[in-house]
């Protein structure tokens, strides 16, 4: 292991399973997708059957709240040690580079393990590594749980450097040869190809280092994104895990005092990614509003103060064609039950991004009773499926411009809530590297 404390990184340990696991059972997505699609899940434990599986070390989110949350709360932390303890997984040292195929783009990442001292999910916070979307705190106790009494941690946490220059992960492509193959697989349920390969060789170590100490220099930092000069630097931003970083920041901060500042609780793995990387969509999450009660439509005339064009539309695809043909200064959005589909137009937004407006509609609507429950939802298929189910509604939203990213996080802060996805749900991180936390 190496500390990078300039940049807040290390080179960790990371623990692989053996060259005798099925890397197919054993990977599967990050936790938080397919939550109102249990099936999925279904689906990967009869695949899985009794191999070895980060499946067995995760809790689904689509299990909340059932017989089997219990199940996977009891097992986790005893699985975690059985597979260390038996051999199923192995160590190597090093920053690991990826490549993921998936739905015809290649993403290419970077295995590495973040400092949580120099990281803030705190509003307004001038940390080194931040946050991109609010965090909901009461979806924490859960997680954190977990990752108390847990041996290993496993990420599906993807993190993002604004490299437009392409000068960190890129010229590895070219650099394979000198690094030493980890794996190369399937990944299960269309989730595409991925290899691994680690950093071996020290000078390119260097060089990945080196490259991302270039991205914070004082005064490339402040050209690049017209600020003042003694604007604080900001390396990383949470793309998606924004949850799972939250609770390891937590957790860490809860149980530091007494512990060694090397203590490996102090990091988190994650995989870097750049945002301007050809394989990095970034997608909108669509809410979905289970047991309406209270007529949405006629909740937004009154939330809105009647500052709404809303219009009536044939099928989804008109609606899909509306809403992504629309001017930058516009914030339309569609919404749809199983009566039909409408074109709502927001004339005088208070919030900056479309989102936000509906987020925080939904938030009043939520507490003043008007429907039983939301989810957030990936994909059009899904929400369309779901959203005309009776007794629920759909809200379709508009993607955000990935290059805009870090400058709005830099001036106005963290966005809201679940404002966009990396992707849609199968092309998600799975979970396959491990780290030791204890």
Same mark, same amino acid.
């Given at each position: 292991?190496?500390?990078?404390?300039?940049?807040?990184?290390?080179?960790?340990?990371?623990?692989?399973?053996?060259?005798?696991?099925?890397?197919?059972?054993?990977?599967?997505?990050?936790?938080?997708?397919?939550?109102?699609?249990?099936?999925?899940?279904?689906?990967?434990?009869?695949?899985?059957? *009794?191999?070895?599986?980060?499946?067995?070390?995760?809790?689904?989110?689509?299990?909340?709240?059932?017989?089997?949350?219990?199940?996977?709360?009891?097992?986790?932390?005893?699985?975690?040690?059985?597979?260390?303890?038996?051999?199923?997984?192995?160590?190597?040292?090093?920053?690991?580079?990826?490549?993921?195929?998936?739905?015809?783009?290649?993403?290419?990442?970077?295995?590495?393990?973040?400092?949580?001292?120099?990281?803030?999910?705190?509003?307004?916070?001038?940390?080194?590594?931040?946050?991109?979307?609010?965090?909901?705190?009461?979806?924490?106790?859960?997680?954190?749980?977990?990752?108390?009494?847990?041996?290993?941690?496993?990420?599906?946490?993807?993190?993002?450097? *604004? *490299?437009?220059?392409?000068?960190?992960?890129?010229?590895?492509?070219?650099?394979?040869?000198?690094?030493?193959?980890?794996? *190369?697989?399937?990944?299960?349920?269309?989730?595409?190809?991925?290899?691994?390969?680690?950093?071996?060789?020290?000078?390119?170590?260097?060089?990945?280092?080196?490259?991302?100490?270039?991205?914070?220099?004082?005064?490339?930092?402040?050209?690049?994104?017209?600020?003042?000069?003694d604007e604080a630097p900001f390396l990383f931003a949470v793309g998606d895990g924004n949850h799972s970083l939250a609770t390891a920041k937590s957790v860490w901060d809860k149980k530091k005092e007494g512990l060694p500042a090397d203590h490996p609780a102090r990091y988190a793995l994650v995989e870097i990614v750049n945002i301007h990387d050809e394989g990095i969509l970034f997608e909108p999450i669509h809410r979905l509003v289970k047991g309406v009660k209270a007529e949405p439509l006629d909740a937004m005339k009154k939330f809105f103060s009647n500052d709404l064009e809303i219009e009536k539309l044939a099928n989804f695809t008109a609606l899909q064609e509306k809403v992504h043909s629309q001017n930058e200064d516009e914030q339309k959005f569609g919404y749809f039950d199983s009566r039909g589909f409408w074109l709502v137009n927001i004339l005088?937004?208070?919030?900056?991004?479309?989102?936000?407006?509906?987020?925080?509609?939904?938030?009043?609507?939520?507490?003043?009773?008007?429907?039983a429950d939301i989810d957030y939802v990936h994909g059009d298929e899904a929400i369309l499926s779901l959203g005309t189910d009776e007794g629920n509604a759909g809200f379709y939203l508009p993607a955000m411009q990935k290059s805009k990213l870090f400058e709005t996080v830099i001036k106005d802060g963290a966005l809201p809530r679940k404002t966009f996805s990396m992707g849609e749900a199968n092309e998600k991180r799975f979970y396959l590297e491990c780290r030791k936390i204890q």
């Open positions: 292991m190496k500390n990078y404390k300039s940049i807040g990184i290390q080179a960790p340990e990371v623990i692989l399973p053996c060259k005798e696991i099925d890397y197919t059972k054993w990977a599967v997505v990050a936790c938080d997708q397919y939550t109102s699609q249990p099936e999925y899940w279904q689906k990967a434990q009869e695949i899985i059957g *009794d191999s070895p599986s980060t499946f067995w070390m995760i809790l689904p989110e689509a299990f909340l709240g059932t017989d089997q949350e219990n199940v996977h709360q009891r097992t986790i932390n005893a699985r975690m040690k059985e597979y260390v303890e038996n051999g199923v997984l192995q160590p190597v040292n090093g920053f690991i580079y990826l490549e993921r195929t998936v739905g015809g783009k290649k993403r290419k990442g970077l295995i590495a393990a973040l400092d949580l001292e120099e990281y803030s999910f705190k509003k307004g916070t001038k940390s080194l590594i931040r946050a991109t979307e609010g965090t909901i705190i009461e979806r924490l106790p859960p997680r954190i749980k977990i990752r108390e009494k847990a041996f290993l941690e496993i990420p599906h946490i993807l993190v993002l450097i *604004d *490299d437009p220059q392409k000068t960190v992960i890129e010229p590895l492509t070219g650099q394979k040869t000198k690094m030493d193959p980890l794996y *190369d697989f399937d990944l299960m349920q269309d989730g595409g190809h991925l290899e691994g390969y680690l950093l071996s060789d020290e000078a390119i170590e260097k060089s990945v280092v080196e490259a991302l100490q270039q991205l914070i220099v004082p005064e490339t930092f402040t050209r690049k994104y017209g600020l003042e000069p005088n937004p208070e919030h900056t991004l479309t989102v936000g407006n509906v987020q925080n509609f939904l938030d009043q609507y939520l507490a003043n009773k008007g429907a």
